[in-house]
């Protein structure tokens, strides 16, 4: 399983937009990216996940350059709700392992009136 | 959909009593895991079934514990003794396939005194 590098933790404002980078240097040819985002007391929810360029939905966008060896969770316009831990995966989602991975400790973001 | 269900949402327990604690997947998830949540240690995946077959339990950290997933709507996590270590919050967690976004529960705090 190719092993992520995220900031620990992160500080916005109100309506700014913030990317989280994700480092996956060793990420394999079959490997998906996975970001979860987990809000204090609740498990984590599904973000969003991408295998190369651009994904985008109606909570984040993905950006994904095309070595692939990183990856950039965005999140346009943030509010207060939006203080979470953000957690980035990534695993083959076509191979049995990828039922085991490693969800890390996350980057904390917190965002400030 | 009510999404997947965890029962109870907070136990306190004395040490050597056993714990059982409940999750019930979405309707049509092929998937279900079991994870524990520590500040020390994360989210480490405990167990998880396929088609309510056990597939893969190395996360189980000992005896004391087990996973039974009886059909497709129903699952038990037992802790037999229990010991103040086991304290953490346990989520279950659903998929209708490999490699697609899980759905997590509101997860069980366990304490253990």
């Known amino acids: 399983l190719a092993k992520t590098t995220q900031p620990i933790s992160m500080d916005s404002y109100e309506g700014q937009e913030v990317n989280i980078t994700c480092s996956h240097n060793n990420i394999a040819t079959n490997d998906y990216i996975t970001w979860y985002q987990q809000f204090p007391s609740q498990g984590p929810r599904f973000i969003i996940q991408?295998?190369?360029t651009k994904v985008t939905n109606e909570v984040a966008s993905l950006f994904i350059p095309a070595d692939r060896k990183s990856s950039t969770l965005s999140l346009p316009r943030v509010s207060l709700s939006d203080t979470a831990v953000y957690y980035c995966?990534?695993?083959?989602?076509?191979?049995?392992?990828?039922?085991?991975?490693?969800f890390g400790a996350g980057t904390r973001l917190a965002v400030h009136p | 959909d009510a999404g997947v269900i965890q029962s109870p949402r907070h136990e306190v327990t004395e040490m050597g009593q056993e714990v059982t604690l409940r999750c019930k997947p979405i309707?049509?998830?092929?998937?279900l895991f079991w994870y524990r949540q520590t500040m020390m240690r994360g989210l480490e995946l405990l167990i998880y079934?396929?088609?309510?077959?056990?597939?893969?339990d190395s996360g189980m950290p000992e005896d004391r514990f087990s996973a039974k997933m009886p059909n497709a709507s129903f699952s038990t996590l037992k802790i037999q003794p229990s010991e103040p270590r086991d304290s953490a919050v346990y989520f279950c967690a659903s998929s209708p396939r490999q490699g697609v976004g899980y759905t997590f529960g509101s997860g069980t705090r366990l304490t253990v005194v």
């Open positions: 309707s049509g998830h092929d998937y």
């Open positions: 995966l990534v695993g083959d989602p076509f191979s049995g392992g990828y039922n085991k991975l490693i």
């Open positions: 079934f396929n088609n309510n077959v056990p597939i893969d």
């Open positions: 991408g295998y190369k």
